[in-house]
């Protein structure tokens, strides 16, 4: 059964999403705290932590260079026992941060590597990854499909690579519409991380198509009576 994380920051949207929906864990990224204006990354941290409780939190590291990294990934470790830090496959200069994971992973942290697009990167993740430590792998779905490239083979491949390490699971992350949801549903994929304006459509009741078309053609209509358009 596929997980449905929520991926903000925002507090009121976490609360809603866990109360109404009771999702399983959420994620958060430097540029999802940005948006949200948050100025003091560790208080608000914590504040989610008190609205997730145990439920898995991935906060990501933002540092570039390894030692940096660690000590990020140390203290941020430490804020919680339901913590996956989040550290990405590669630095800014696209080299792969095989120290920097196999270091976390030998201290039983629970990491989530992020921003990851390439079988051959999964590849190079598989051979330093033990069988014990939590791991969550994140490959960007959305990201991979904005490129002209359908991401379901790369995720299905994934869950090959990784099927004898029960420690491991796979995410699909950078959601753009409801329909991820499904596909990743589709593939077992085991967690889909989704933004909350995207949870509350998945959770909506859905519309039978053919209304849907008349809901649509009266929306085209209307807008066209109100602009008051002329030929």
Known sequence: MTKLYCDTSNLNDIKYCIKKYN???????????????VKNYKDQCYKILRLTKNKPLSVEVFADKNDEIINQALIISKWSKSIYVKVPVINTKGLFLKGVIQDLNSRNIKINITAVFTISQLLKIKKILNKNTPVIISIFSGRIADNGINPEPIIIKAKRLFKNFKNVKILWASVREVYNFYQAKKIKCDIITVPPSLIKKIKSKKIALDKYSILTVKQFFEDGKKSKFKL
């Open 23 to 37: 999702i399983d864990g959420v994620t958060t990224n430097p540029s999802i705290m940005r948006k949200e204006g």
